[in-house]
């Protein structure tokens, strides 16, 4: 079931065998047409995956690519719902999170409209987008769907569970590579709020794109 969406070059680069057994890319392209294809990711999911994979850092799809692997329940992720009163279909969760990243690089984004994304980020758009596209990894962990309507009233945006428990192993992996970005992925990600206005900034952003994406329409069609 390979995505014919997707280009054939420019748009994927394969990772330097060797180098890194975790890329984002490569988990893509298993997505695609792999080992994982047996999941049937729907192929317009796939293209928009690998177009935000493209604007984000070296270091970002590593941490994503091993955050998604090491909580062990990455088929889940792939295919569950979101919630039950949003994205309820399967591979739910997928496309919110992509839906979210892509609103975080561009606010005004029609989801699942195939527009293009901005050609180019600052490293803080990136922090955003990456941390809008794991706000609610935690949800990989709980079996039964729930809703998402209390939360967004709130008035913080809380992540599903403690991110530290999603990503903990691969935050200290970037943390070696890349410390000043491992802080601030912890410190947008974090539940608490910061003294710093910038991370505020950071969080209010990477907050306001999840909940439009749970507002956001699936382009999905239930079976």
Known sequence: MPAELLPISGFIVPAVKGVDDHALQELIMRVNAGSLAYLRVPPSLVYRWAALCGRWSTDLQTFI???????????NFLVQPAAVDHHNGAYGLLEAS????????????????????????????????????????????????????????????????????????????????????AAWMYHVGCAAPSRAMPVEIARSLTHNAVKAAWRSESSLTTI
């Open 98 to 181: 992509i839906t979210a990243a892509e609103v975080a690089m561009n606010p005004c984004h029609t989801p699942g409209s195939f527009e293009p994304l901005p050609p180019v980020l600052d490293e803080l758009e990136q922090v955003c987008s990456a941390t809008a596209f794991l706000f609610d990894l935690g949800k990989v962990f709980d079996p039964h769907p729930g809703d998402d309507t209390e939360r967004s009233h709130e008035p913080t945006l809380l992540p599903y569970s403690d991110l530290s428990r999603c990503w903990r192993s691969s935050w200290k992996a970037l943390a070696g590579r890349n410390p000043v970005l």
């Open 65 to 75: 690519a091993q955050a998604l692997r090491h909580t062990g329940n990455l088929d």
